[in-house]
């Protein structure tokens, strides 16, 4: 699995920073977000690093069937019966940390559009 020496995300994926782990596969890692935006909010990451979705689906896009497998099964075992599955791409739309992930949010409302 290709890693990035300087990233959080690679960090947290090789156990260097610890995290409160709900699911993890060869192709996945998924744990709680520090600062969760609803009462579930789970960061689903690809072991593989790339910067962004687009990124991840050129160069290794089995991972992106397994992040969602993995949405639906974290849903499954969190009770949620529905979730909201967001990729923010690029700094003005919200990304702060460029090693992609899906963020699974659940257990409010949502409006919509998403602001
Ligand atoms: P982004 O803004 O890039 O879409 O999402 C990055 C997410 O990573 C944010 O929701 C932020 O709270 C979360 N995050 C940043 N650093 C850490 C950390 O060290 N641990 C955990 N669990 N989440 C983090
Ligand atoms: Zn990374």
């Known amino acids: 699995m290709a890693q990035e020496v300087e990233c959080l995300f690679c ?36 072991t593989h690093h790339a910067e962004n979705a687009t990124e991840l689906a050129k160069i290794a896009p089995n991972s992106l069937i397994a992040m969602f497998l993995a949405a639906g099964e974290i849903a499954s075992v ?11 791409t690029g700094t003005s739309a919200g990304q702060t940390v460029f090693h992609a992930h899906l963020h699974i949010l659940g257990g409010r409302s949502f409006s919509w559009p998403p602001g």
Request: neutral net charge.
């Open 78 to 88: 969190e009770g949620l019966a529905g979730y909201r599955s967001v990729f923010n």
């Open 11 to 46: 960090k947290i994926v090789a156990g260097i920073i610890p995290v409160d782990i709900v699911y993890r596969s060869d192709e996945v890692v998924a744990f709680r977000d520090i600062t969760p935006k609803a009462p579930t909010h789970i960061l689903v990451v690809p």
